[in-house]
């Protein structure tokens, strides 16, 4: 597991073959000179570079610490993607993801801080939990325009489960933050706001089974012609940032360590705001755009939580980010919009499942 080249130009990516991880290692093999050490329990995802002579796939787990130090001992650069990070497992899965995403997730900062290599840390937009404007039913755009070092973290009772998943990453963010106070760790923490893109999760019964996120389970629904289906009436407000721009701000981030050092991020499209139910309708419009005549005639329906995600299921009611700390310290601002993003996603689901799903 060496290469010849010095440890400035290794980087190891955790869930490299996961929805992120795969875009920023295309991206990373094809514009920069830097060895990839790429860490997963899949490769679905990546099958295609396994053999780039820059990247090296290491077919283990986070939870393999023999195998992970062996690895970051040889890397400058940490990028930690790997996660449970579908809401669908938040109340169903909690063990599994407060494990995955604050436990195993702490090992690697630990060795970060031993190898002194520089953390780039997936967070989510989720720390944020929920919107004052939501809790007192207001319209102030303090109430519910989220800035990294400003906005309270508002999380629901224990017993509402969904929020296993944001307080888990939150308690990550504030080791991360300790770690850099106390010892020095250099760190960079990202906070997305609802990536979307090819590569997206999975189509159930397709190529994979369960929930996943809104944009496939939609994807489902129109490659199959069945309603898509809208939760508790799809009023909640997501604001969708397309991967190839996130992948641009990660590439800022990383190419700018000393500006980046000890500095939270938010990465996401705040122009791109929609509510749920107006996304489904954009995507059927899309999809009929792309589509043979008359293949989607099932519309959309609405349905509980309860019955849709069981038990312990709470919303997140609106996510705008600020991104002007991004954009003044790294230049970086979104370029896509969100039918743009949309008819780029949409097209590569049909082409890559379309015809599978209509037999
Ligand atoms: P993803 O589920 O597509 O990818 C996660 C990857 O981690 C998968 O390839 C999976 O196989 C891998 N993984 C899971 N358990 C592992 C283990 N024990 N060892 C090694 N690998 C393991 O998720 P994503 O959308 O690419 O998200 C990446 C990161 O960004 C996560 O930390 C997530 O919390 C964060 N994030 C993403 C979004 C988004 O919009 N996609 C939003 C908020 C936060
Ligand atoms: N959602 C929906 N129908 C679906 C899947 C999700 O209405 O088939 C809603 C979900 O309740 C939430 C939003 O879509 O309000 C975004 O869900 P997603 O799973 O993408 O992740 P989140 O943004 O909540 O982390």
Request: charged share 20%.
């Amino acid at each position: 597991m060496t290469n010849s080249q010095p440890r400035t130009k290794n980087i190891a990516i955790t869930g490299c073959s996961g929805f992120i991880g795969s875009h920023i290692l295309e991206r990373l093999l094809t514009t920069s000179d830097y060895h990839i050490y790429g860490i997963d329990i899949s490769e679905s995802k990546i099958r295609h570079l396994i053999n780039n002579k820059s990247f090296t796939f290491c077919h283990h787990s986070i939870t393999d610490t023999p195998k992970i130090r062996e690895i970051l001992s040889q890397c400058e650069t940490v990028v930690s993607l790997a996660a449970l990070c579908n809401p669908s497992l938040y109340n169903t899965k909690p063990v599994d993801v407060i494990t995955i995403n604050f436990t195993n997730a702490l090992e690697i900062i630990k060795m970060c801080c031993e190898f002194k290599c520089r953390l780039i840390q997936f967070s989510t937009c989720e720390v944020y939990g929920k919107t004052l404007a939501g809790l007192m039913c207001s319209n102030k755009p303090d109430d519910y325009i989220l800035k990294e070092d400003q906005t309270n973290l508002i999380m629901g009772p224990v017993s509402t489960q969904r929020w296993s998943y944001a307080s888990a990453k939150q308690l990550l963010e504030r080791i991360i933050y300790a770690y850099g106070f106390e010892y020095g760790l250099n760190y960079t923490i990202v906070r997305p706001f609802n990536f979307i893109g090819p590569q997206m999760d999975y189509i159930p019964g397709s190529d994979g089974e369960g929930v996943p996120r809104v944009l496939a389970c939609f994807m489902k629904s129109l490659l199959y012609n069945k309603p898509l289906k809208l939760v508790d009436g799809g009023l909640s407000r997501r604001c969708f940032t397309f991967i190839k721009d996130a992948v641009d701000a990660f590439v800022q981030i990383l190419e700018n360590p000393e500006i980046s050092n000890q500095q939270i991020f938010n990465i996401g499209n705040p122009k791109n705001e929609i509510t749920i139910k107006d996304l489904a309708y954009l995507m059927i419009e899309l999809y009929e755009q792309i589509a043979p005549r008359g293949s989607f005639t099932a519309g959309t329906e609405i349905i509980s939580s309860l019955e849709f995600y069981g038990k312990g299921y709470e919303d997140s009611d609106r996510r705008v980010p600020d991104i002007s700390k991004i954009q003044n310290m790294l230049g970086w601002k979104p370029e896509t919009d969100l039918r743009k993003a949309l008819q780029i996603t949409i097209e590569h689901y049909f082409r890559k499942y379309g015809t599978t799903a209509e037999n």
